[in-house]
């Protein structure tokens, strides 16, 4: 069936350093797609989101990228930070159904 | 005003207790959702409501019911509780503009 992946489980960054996270989908109906941020003990937390008719969306520190033709989704976080050590999903809705959810990135901060 | 408050953190029950946990909103969202999260499998979507009085099925909804009398409650019942069932569950809403969600801070459940 139609799923959202991710290439890597974990990424140890150096303090300062940008980081990029990858995330796959395979639904090409996929229209709408969202990174979260979820820290230990806490729910998920919207980061930034981007629709299929865009192929970057800037944010503060963070960016991210669509491409449609290989289906692929980047987080790109500059300037990483030791408060951005958490857990990291992509996720992506086709219309007007429930998001779905991929299963996450650890990211780790090395100061 | 309190966003998604989920209710309790914490819960240990025994296999076959029932159990309901709560989620309530403050920010007339009418799409309410829970998602019971795994180590290794993501965030899965078990039941979700599109408004009051109307409930749908989830990704894995086995096991758990729920019900939509109000727009600001969502509870998930456990009939029978399976250690199948250990997990941690969010509860997300979203309005009606925006595509994202707002997630509670989550229950962990554990079933001995």
């Known amino acids: 069936g139609e799923s959202v992946g991710l290439h890597l489980p974990t990424l140890s960054v150096q303090e300062g350093d940008n980081s990029i996270i990858n995330c796959a989908y395979s639904n090409s109906a996929s229209d709408y797609f969202i990174w979260y941020k979820q820290e230990s003990g806490k729910g998920p937390q919207f980061i930034i989101d981007i629709r299929s008719n865009m192929d970057k969306r800037q944010g503060q520190r963070v960016t991210v990228l669509l491409n449609k033709t290989v289906k692929h989704l980047s987080l790109q976080i500059a300037a990483t930070q030791p408060g951005d050590s958490a857990v990291y999903f992509c996720?992506?809705?086709?219309?007007?159904?429930?998001?779905?959810f991929g299963k996450g990135t650890r990211l780790s901060v090395i100061a | 005003n309190a966003g998604v408050t989920q209710t309790p953190k914490f819960q240990v029950l025994k296999t076959g207790q029932s159990m309901t946990l709560q989620c309530a909103q403050d920010?007339?969202?009418?799409?309410m959702s829970w998602y019971r999260q795994d180590p290794g499998m993501g965030l899965r979507l078990i039941h979700y409501?599109?408004?009051?009085?109307?409930?749908d099925q989830g990704e894995v909804p086995n096991g758990y019911n729920v019900s939509r009398s109000t727009t600001e409650d969502f509870p998930l019942r456990l009939l029978s509780a399976a250690p199948s069932q250990t997990s941690v569950y969010f509860c997300a809403t979203k309005d009606s503009f925006n595509y994202g969600y707002t997630f509670g801070s989550g229950t962990r459940l554990t079933v001995v």
């Open positions: 409501s599109v408004g009051a009085g109307i409930t």
């Open positions: 996720a992506e809705r086709a219309g007007n159904t429930p998001l779905v």
């Open positions: 920010m007339n969202h009418e799409y």
